[in-house]
């Protein structure tokens, strides 16, 4: 994700911001900038890629004088990684410098209209609307400008601003992305994340949605939406460096499970419309929809086993076969495919070799390609006729989480999205866009719900090998369920659809065999519960998944998973949380290293 940091004082600005900015490479980023004010001149230095190129560019800072100014990594949402795209952005005037954090949904809009008024773009970002806003605003006041722009915007944003009118000030504005001020002794300071502030000050102040704040060498003002100033206290920072990384959680991982709800919202958020799901990046899609005979989804990992969660719904609401395929396959499987083929590849990284050859094996044979994924201007994103963003941010644990169910989020909102355009859905389809509205505080509820993992997995992390079970969407679940337990945990994790059972597996059920058994689809539970009975009266131990007040499966279950009563044709995004928590745990439990478990890689790369 983008970071963000701000510095006014007395010494040279520039090597303070790349310092934080070097704090912040954590987070993924691929290009970055800065802009300092000398007296009421600005300079941007701006380079796609590493830190590195920049401190090179800018000889440490030496080479940029001045005491006031702003930095920002980049991870691309809108528009590729270049330098053109890299933030600070100016004015046309020069006036004004701005980093942005977030989403700007009605940047198109607004890029309209202010090309009209005579405006230059520069770049492809949301982010560009902003600083020409400004300046179209500015009549000598800066916070009234700031005021009437944000009156503007739609969206997240975490901004940093410098105008040349003002030497030594720098703007911080907040709405629904982190900011958080630094205060110093004769210097403040501003970031994205608390690790970019800790080498100069402990004490900070948390911005809140809708606050702003003017930063000079000696103050700190803090207003809020209308500019009536506010007053709020520094607390001190306790954590480290590494503590604060991680947000203050032991591992990636865990943050990056607790990140869900808000990875989740990005997501739909700017495809959610009054009218229905919109996909503004598909509408070259929409007049051949009604051509595609089949839909073939192909991936690896965990990204297939989102494929196999997102079949359910895209078949029962769009009607259209969906088939689901291992990239790793596909691509030697002499496929039947031609023009009337839509091929969904999924992938968080966008360079998973095996992907990217299916799927240019497909392209050649005819079929229409979408990519959801969550890299901007990944090899996958480029390939494809269309690009589906995933907004998960940048995911640094090697086990995926929020990746996985932004892809199944996505998938669901192409089922509405198709079956709506081809006229396929009725009454149903509030009540559906409802229900995807609701994920984000339903998947915290099954972050919350779960406060007992850490005793369960003391309980099973010395099992020998855990036998996953489902039916329909929840063995789609227990695939990934499954692969999460193994990688992390190291221990032996199979998914089996629970109707396989007498087919052979359950000749390895024995006394304490701990089999979890995964119960969100009422229309296939009964089925379940009989496997449940049947494992249980061959000695397992049974770990069910399934809503509070399920009465019969509590009553046969040994021990108990929970999450909120959701519809199963979009259940997986909620079933998978309290798995994640207990893969986590159980790998806690076994010592082993989370974040980089042995052998794997991030991004496969090669074959
Ligand atoms: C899952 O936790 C793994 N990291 C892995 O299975 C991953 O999903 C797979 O390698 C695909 O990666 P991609 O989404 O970047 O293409």
Redesign the pocket.
Known sequence: MCGIVGFTGRQSAAPVLLEGLKKLEYRGYDSAGIAVMDGKSITVNKVRGRIANLCEKTKDGAKVPGTTGIGHTRWATHGAPTEENAHPHLSNDGRFAIVHNGIIENYLSLREELTQDGYHFLSETDTEVIVHLLEMYYRGNVRDALIKTANRLRGSYALGVICSEEPGKIYAVREASPLILGVGIDENFFASDVTALVNHTRNVIYLEDGEFAELSDTSIRIFDCSGQEIHKKATRVLWDVQAAEKGGYEHFMLKEIMEQPGAVKATLAPRMKEHGVEFEELTGLLPKLPSIRKILIT???????AGCAGKYALEHLARIPVEVELASELRYSDPLIDESTLLIV???????AD?IAAMKECKARGAKTLAI??VVGSS?ATLADFAVYTWAGPEIA????K??TT?VTVLYMLALYFADHLNRIGEEKARLQEALQAMPRRIQESIDMNANIPALARKYHKAKALFFIGRNTDYAVALEGA??MK?ISYLHAEAYAAGELKHGTIALIEEHQPVIALCANPSIMEKTLSNMVEVKSRGAEVLALTFRNNQKILSVADDLLFMPEVDPLFSAVMEIVPLQLLAYYVARENGCDIDKPKN?A???TVE
């Not at 999924?346 to 998973?352: M, W």
């Open positions: 991936a690896c990992g965990s990204a297939y086993y999924i992938s968080q990284s966008g360079e998973t992907t994924v969550n996958v090697v086990a995926t989480t990746g996985y892809q692969l999460k990688e794997l991030k991004s496969v």
